[in-house]
């Protein structure tokens, strides 16, 4: 077996890559010649987002994915994302670094036994929230994301009976905001799950006067504690905003990069996971992403992320839903 299909067997691409080799240029000289384009999420490592083309939440690397006049997508990511992508540009080839990037929020939600659960409620209507395998979003109404959920559930009636899935943390907090009662799936972030109260007492403690920003997928009494609770994007705005110069950021650590080089002036803290000592708390899918693997996938064109036809025709309705309704309510 030849070196090139000994990485396909094992799943992912892993090429020794040349000593001294400038990834960065050779990488935009790729994206030159094969019109590619690269996205990167703000929990990838910060090398990687300043490699991108684009980069921000699943709402906004959605709407430049189905924008991108590009002939190659490269999703710097979760699989989730790049499979969202493949369905809202069926005619393009989308890659990502590592097949093994996945989402444990999108694991806690098989597509078959949520379908199930949708089955059984045939009077509700289903939102699901992005972070979703492509067979999740096919039983599903409208996709949301932590930067639109609230407008999207108050735009159905209050009568209209809802499901949300999968992250309960999230329906959670959109039930306590909008006077809703979502009936929940039982799904959650493995990232977000890990924030401790204590923790990030102790660190109000030790820096007093930082406000606490904290993500919506966090356990409820943690939001409790947080000044603002919005999406990684909304997160990052109120930074920049803010004429505060400490923060406390309870989400996956890779957006203090954003937040440090949109605010040189101010200091962010991340809040490390309940059960380490380690300084922050970090998405080991997200950190599959590397400078090499984009550099392989796109110099092999490998791995390529592509969705069952029948799958992808269900699920891009909820997907151009959401989109639809951000664009009319211009988030």
């Not at 790729?30 to 996205?39: D, P, S």
């Not at 959109?174 to 401790?196: K, P, Q, Y």
């Not at 919506?216 to 990684?232: F, I, Q, R």
């Amino acid at each position: 077996m030849d070196l090139k299909a000994s990485w396909i067997e094992k799943g992912f691409i892993d090429e020794p890559i040349p000593q001294g080799l400038d990834l960065k240029q050779e990488i935009r000289q790729l994206c030159e010649e094969k019109n590619a384009i690269i996205l990167a999420h703000y929990y990838t490592i910060g090398e990687l987002q300043d490699l991108a083309d684009f980069v921000g939440d699943s709402l906004a690397l959605a709407q430049k994915a189905a924008t991108t006049d590009a002939d190659i997508i490269v999703m710097c990511g979760v699989h989730f994302m790049a499979e969202t992508n493949k369905i809202l540009c069926p005619n393009k080839k989308v890659l990502i670094p590592d097949l093994n990037s996945s989402c444990s929020l999108a694991e806690s939600c098989p597509g078959e036994d949520f379908a199930k659960f949708v089955a059984a409620h045939p009077d509700h209507k289903v939102i699901s929230y992005v972070n979703t395998s492509a067979a999740t979003k096919a039983v599903t109404d409208v996709v949301v994301t932590s930067s639109n959920a609230k407008q999207i559930v108050e735009s159905f009636p209050k009568e209209q009976k809802l499901i949300f899935g999968p992250d309960k943390n999230l329906g959670s907090y959109i039930n306590s905001i909008t006077g809703r009662n979502m009936l929940l799936w039982d799904g959650a972030c493995h990232v977000h799950e890990r924030f401790s109260i204590e923790k990030i007492i102790d660190l109000k403690e030790q820096n007093p006067g930082a406000k606490v920003l904290a993500h919506p997928e966090c356990k409820g009494p943690v939001l409790k504690l947080a000044d603002v609770v919005g999406s990684t994007a909304n997160l990052l705005k109120y930074a920049v905003n803010s004429l505060d110069k400490t923060f406390i950021v309870v989400t996956e650590s890779g957006i203090l990069h954003e937040m440090q080089n949109k605010c040189p002036d101010k200091r962010f803290i991340p809040v490390p996971p309940d059960d380490s000592t380690c300084a922050c708390n970090e998405c080991n899918y997200m950190r599959l992403n590397s400078m090499e693997k984009v550099y392989n996938c796109l110099k092999y064109e490998w791995p390529e992320v592509d969705v069952d036809k029948q799958v992808a025709e269900r699920a891009v309705r909820p997907i151009k839903a959401m989109l639809d309704i951000s664009a009319r309510l211009g988030l």
